[in-house]
C-alpha cells in the first residue's frame, strides 16, 4: 500500500507516517514546512518506504506512481498560527482539499481529511455528537479555521457523492504528546512552557472553560480504524474526559514541580466555553476508545518538552 500524508511533518501527520510505515506501506510526506518540521521525521529519514516532498498543496500536486490512500493534514491547527496566517488557512482548507481529493479521484484513492471539533464552533450542546451542526461565528477572527474545515468536509462529501471517491471524515478533538511545538499556542504547551521558564501560567477567561485531551497514540489509533472503515460522514475522535482549564493548568504545575502563579487574562473573542467529544459512534463503528489516561499521557509529553526546552536553551 502507498499512502501520500500531506502535513506530514507536523505534529500529527508525522505520527500517521510512523503508523503507517511501521504497518508495511509505503509513505509520501507532503509539507511546505510553514508549521511542520523535518525535525519530526528525521528518524524516518533514508527509510526505504519513506519519502518527504516539499511542496505547497494549495498548488497544484504532482505525484508519481500508483497512490492508495491520501490523507489529508495539511493546515495550521494552533490559533496562534492560523491567526498570524489567516489567509494561508484558508488557501489550504479549500485549494488544498481541492487538489488533495483531486489527485485521489486521479489514482482511484481512498481519501481522508483531518477535520476538526472547531466545526461546532462555541457549541450549544454538550458533549458534542457528529449530528450537531455547530454554533460557528464565520467571520470572527477564528473563522478562518472554522470556515476552512466546514468548506473542506462540504468538498470531501461532494466529491464523495458527485465522483464516488471512498471518502472519510475524521473530526479531531485537542490532542497531545511528544512533538508538539512549544511555541505552539495551545494550552498545554503554552503552560508547560511557562512553567519550565519561571514565568506566570497565563489562563484565559475564568479557567471554568473545559476541554477534554486525547493522547496522540489513541487517536492515531482511531484514525486508522477509521481509514479501513466503510464510514463516509464525520466520526469524532477525542477523548470524553472533561477537565476545566484551571484544573489543567494546576494539573501541569504540579507535575513539572513549579511554584509559579497562575494569572488570569481576558477569554479570546468566540473561544469555546466547553470542548468535549461524544464518541459514541466511534466506539459502536470502530469498536474504538481511549486507552491512555490523562496522568500518563501528560508524563509522557512533558519528558519530550523537557528536551525541547533544553535545546532551545542551548544546555
Known sequence: MRAI???????????????????????????????????NLSHLRGHPRFQ??????????????????????????????????????????????????GLALAKKAKYLLASTSECYGDPQVSPQPETYWGHVNPIGPRGVYDEAKRFAEAMVMAYHRYHGVDTHIVRIFNTYGPRMRLNDGRALPNFVYQALSGQPITVYGDGQQTRSFCYVSDLIEGIYRLMHSDEHEPVNIGNPQEITIVEFAERIRTLIGATVPIVFKPLPQDDPKQRCPDIRKAVRI???????????????????????FAAEQGH
Open 5 to 39: 500524508i500531506t502535513g506530514g511533518a507536523g505534529f500529527l501527520g508525522s505520527h500517521l507516517c510512523d503508523r503507517l510505515v511501521g504497518e508495511g506501506w509505503e509513505v509520501v510526506s507532503i509539507d511546505n514546512l510553514v508549521t511542520g518540521t523535518e525535525s
Open 52 to 101: 518527504m516532498m516539499r511542496h505547497d498543496v494549495s498548488r497544484t500536486i504532482e505525484v508519481p506512481g500508483p497512490v492508495d490512500y491520501v490523507l489529508n493534514f495539511a493546515s495550521p491547527a494552533s490559533p496562534v498560527d492560523y491567526l498570524k496566517l489567516p489567509i494561508q488557512t484558508l488557501k489550504v482548507g479549500a485549494l488544498g482539499t481541492h487538489n488533495t481529493l
Open 286 to 308: 470502530l469498536g474504538w476508545e481511549p486507552k491512555v489516561n490523562l496522568e500518563q499521557g501528560l508524563r509522557l509529553t512533558l519528558e519530550s518538552f523537557q528536551q525541547q
